[in-house]
């Protein structure tokens, strides 16, 4: 009776023990651009092949195991044609980036121990992210920038989507973005509610790039961009909505709690704060949350995934009240907490 739970466990430890394979099956199909290749319909293998410049042996090899782990089917005639999980990656540019990016973390993760026992890394996550250890922040280097920022941008889109459909912010006259990168998340919230005033508050030479895309998208007259490190310059104030969209889990605590009381400070009282990021111990999502976010943080050098019950003790300290969880459509994406600045300081009465 036990015999098929054994088959499935053993099933189930194979796969972690063959992982990092079926993540390079995936990236040499995405570096090929195979999905978009087959996105108009089967190929034949010798076709494929000549396609993508790869020996026939090589080839079949590549797409017989794209097909055992879902993301190509063989199809009559053989052919092959993209299966439920490569046909997500046709035309969609940011998460092609983030497997593209993640050649990066690999090589931090080679010797695991070596990461776990130095507690934070110097390699080369760390040197993708700099803002994460940079003594000064203000200064960095516009190549650097360009290159996590315009990440950031291209795998922000289905995040923003979740976060807006899951709150309404045309309810609100002002969204400050902290951490807000290229703007991508104002660009859309400035979609949902074409009433609503927009400030950024990014690194200068990212908050360089924001202003660009603003006046790209004819925002220029709506938005207002500020050049400043979050860890040691005043936030502007004036906003009565004030966003950390994937912002909070890339710092450690006692930053955390300083940018906690900051956008406390900057939000307009009566205001609300929403706060988006994956989180640890989300149902169903365990392993993204504890596994894959506990170690690309630690080699990132900084930050650490928390649950939300961990960020509401977090915001309620900074001063935020009636704090809550909005659920949104793929929680092991992003999870939403959101916060309110009371109209009074505590102990005021209506008297």
Known sequence: MTRPIARRRAAQLFDLV?????????AACVRLDL?????NGPLTLECIAARVSLPLEGARRLLDAAVAVRLLERRGGERYGLGPLG??????????????????LYRDLADPLALLRGGRSDGALAQYWPYATAAERRGLDAAPLARYSGLMSASLPLV????????????????????????????????????????????????????ERFAREGLA???????????????????????????????????????????HAALEPGGTLLLAEPMAGTGGAQ?????????????????????????????????FAAVRRLPTRMPLQCGLLIACKPARPSGVNNA
């Open 160 to 211: 923003a989507e979740q976060v807006l459909d899951a709150y309404p912010v045309a309810r609100h006259r002002c969204l400050l973005d902290i951490g807000g990168g290229e703007g991508g998340f104002l660009c859309a919230a400035a979609r949902r509610a074409p009433g609503l005033r927009l400030m950024l508050a990014d690194l200068p030479g990212v908050a360089a790039r924001a202003a």
């Open 18 to 26: 063959a992982g990092f394979v079926y993540s390079q099956v995936l």
């Open 35 to 39: 999905f978009a290749l087959l996105a």
């Open 87 to 104: 046909a997500p990656l046709v035309d969609n540019p940011g998460l092609v980036a983030m497997i593209e990016h993640h050649a990066t």
């Open 287 to 319: 392993a993204m949350g504890d596994a894959y976010f506990g170690l690309y943080l630690l080699a990132m050098g900084s930050g650490r995934p928390r649950r939300a019950d961990e960020l509401a003790t977090l915001l309620r300290a900074a001063g």
């Open 221 to 263: 007259g709506r938005a207002e961009v500020f050049g400043l490190d979050f860890h040691a310059d005043a936030l502007p104030r004036g906003a009565d909505l004030v966003s950390l969209v994937r912002v909070v889990h890339d710092h450690d605590d006692a930053p955390v709690r300083a940018l906690l009381r900051a956008a």
